[in-house]
């Protein structure tokens, strides 16, 4: 994994692209996406974490380097698109290579603003995106069915085994449902794995309120979002993308000043970021130095030298032990050299299961 990866989704007209603006703005880098003649949008977003301001200062470090997010605004979904309304099917290609998809519901009520469906009715939207998702897997299963009957005709036992999966997955799909909910368990998935299915992808909501309604209240809309993605075990995320496009456009005090207005500690898009890495499971670690203060994306649950392989592949390669104190303990402990003297800085080695906020160095040797 080197950046995050989330997929922007959504009927048209309900804030998806002002929101997206907003992130890009934030962003550090907006580029068209190499992948076909109709690109959807990129923005890279640093991944705001305060830890590397402070090891910044304490390592007087020459440059510090934040995790990072891309956010793909895949456009073009209406009703049909998987049969290609709206150049939908070819924009549905592009969510394939996501690690999570974020799903834009208009929750606000604006007579401004026409609602592609005429009226708000944020379940119904839902139902079309995710009946679009659906189709497009369904449509990926049938290929891959047709060409494993074949191989499972000569006899291959792996082919009998992934047919039965794809199977589970035709019958939950056919019934409009996503891949998630026909369960499979860790052998299964693996057998289709390579197939990148789009309803099988952790999935969160992000409820576009008024701007007249952050930071209050939940309204009516909000709460059928809530109660849908409970059913989904999904997160939800409340923003208001116009909100967050005011925010863009301030300088990093103003735009505090700003959030302290509405009475809020910290911005959609923060919230939003942070959202991501606790459906997909990610946990970031630092490492610290006069050169250099970064943080790393890592999945829950890494080991030491893979997660040592994230920074090279011969640190992996030659891993002999990790040396880790944790963020906290290092800056009770006034820096490296307290650390060390009160007992803080542990050698781990290859079983070592690397923790939030672990600042590291590898010792390695190649």
């Known amino acids: 994994m080197s950046n995050l990866e989330v997929g922007i989704v959504g009927l048209p007209n309900v804030g998806k692209s002002t929101l997206f603006n907003a992130i890009t703005k934030a962003g550090a880098e907006a580029a068209n996406y190499p992948f076909c003649t109709i690109e959807p949008n990129v923005g890279v977003v640093d991944v705001p974490d305060k830890r590397l301001q402070v090891l910044h200062e304490m390592y007087d470090s020459k440059k510090t380097t934040p995790a990072a997010i891309r956010f793909v605004d895949i456009a073009g979904l209406v009703k049909?698109?998987?049969?290609?309304?709206?150049?939908?099917?070819?924009?549905?290609?592009?969510?394939?290579?996501?690690?999570?998809?974020?799903?834009?519901?208009?929750?606000?009520?604006?007579?401004?603003?026409?609602?592609?469906?005429?009226?708000?009715?944020?379940?119904?939207?839902?139902?079309?995106?995710?009946?679009?998702?659906?189709?497009?897997?369904?449509?990926?299963?049938?290929?891959?069915?047709?060409?494993?009957?074949?191989?499972?005709?000569?006899?291959?036992?792996?082919?009998?085994?992934?047919?039965?999966?794809?199977?589970k997955l035709q019958a939950v799909l056919s019934e409009a449902k996503p891949s998630r909910s026909a369960q499979l368990d860790d052998d299964e998935l693996a057998l289709i794995r390579d197939m990148n299915l789009l309803t099988l992808k952790p999935t969160l909501f992000i409820a576009n309120v008024g701007e007249d309604e952050v930071g209050k209240e939940d309204n009516v809309y909000v709460k059928r979002v809530r109660e849908y993605a409970a059913t989904e075990r999904a997160e939800v995320v409340v923003i208001s993308a116009r909100v967050e496009a005011e925010i863009a456009e301030l300088s990093p005090e103003e735009a505090q000043e700003f959030l302290q207005a509405l009475g809020l500690t910290e911005s959609g898009l923060d919230r939003l970021i942070k959202a991501a890495f606790k459906l997909l499971g990610l946990i970031t670690f630092l490492t610290a130095g006069q050169e250099e203060c970064r943080a790393w994306t890592i999945k829950r649950g890494t080991k030491a030298p893979q997660a040592a392989g994230k920074i090279h592949t011969d640190i992996e390669r030659g891993f002999i032990r990790a040396e880790i104190v944790s963020y906290d303990e290092l800056i009770a402990a006034g820096g490296m050299t307290g650390a060390k003297e009160k007992g803080k800085v542990r050698l781990e080695g290859k079983d070592y299961v690397m923790q939030d906020g672990d600042v590291t160095y590898f010792r390695f040797n190649v």
């Open 80 to 167: 049909g698109a998987a049969k290609g309304e709206g150049l939908g099917n070819k924009f549905l290609s592009h969510i394939r290579e996501v690690d999570a998809v974020a799903h834009v519901v208009r929750c606000f009520e604006d007579g401004d603003i026409t609602h592609v469906e005429g009226s708000i009715d944020p379940l119904r939207d839902i139902e079309i995106i995710n009946t679009e998702l659906c189709l497009a897997d369904m449509e990926t299963v049938d290929k891959r069915i047709e060409k494993t009957q074949r191989v499972a005709k000569s006899g291959s036992k792996e082919a009998k085994a992934e047919l039965l999966v794809l199977e």
